[in-house]
C-alpha cells in the first residue's frame, strides 16, 4: 500500500466525530450521542465480549457446572437484565 502524499487532504477531527457520533433514527433525522452514552456502550460491547467468551468455552465444564455457572450468572447483583429493566423503565 502506497503512502499518501503529504498534500492529501485529510477531514478534520471535529468533523469525524461528529460522524462517528450521530445516528440515524427511524425518522431520518440525526440524534447525536454524548461521550457518556458512547463510554456506556463500549462497556455493553465488553459484557458482549466476556458472555462470547463464556458461550465458546462452554464444553470445557461438566452439565453440573454449567447449572452452577447459570445459577452464579443470575445472582450476579446487577445482572444483564435487571440493568435492562431499568433502562426500559427511564429509570
Known amino acids: 500500500m502506497a503512502a499518501l502524499p503529504l498534500s492529501t487532504p485529510t477531514p478534520a477531527w471535529s468533523a469525524v466525530f461528529s460522524f462517528l457520533l450521530s445516528f440515524s433514527n427511524t425518522k431520518g433525522t440525526s440524534m447525536t450521542a454524548t461521550g457518556e452514552l458512547i463510554r456506556m456502550m463500549n462497556y455493553v460491547d465488553d459484557i458482549a465480549a466476556t458472555?462470547?467468551?463464556i458461550n465458546a468455552s462452554l464444553y470445557l465444564i461438566n452439565p453440573e457446572e454449567k447449572r452452577r455457572l447459570a445459577e452464579y450468572m443470575r445472582k450476579s447483583d446487577p445482572n444483564f437484565?435487571?440493568?435492562v429493566?431499568?433502562?426500559d423503565k427511564g429509570e
Open 85 to 87: 429493566d431499568k433502562l
Open 81 to 83: 437484565i435487571s440493568v
Open 51 to 53: 458472555l462470547r467468551r
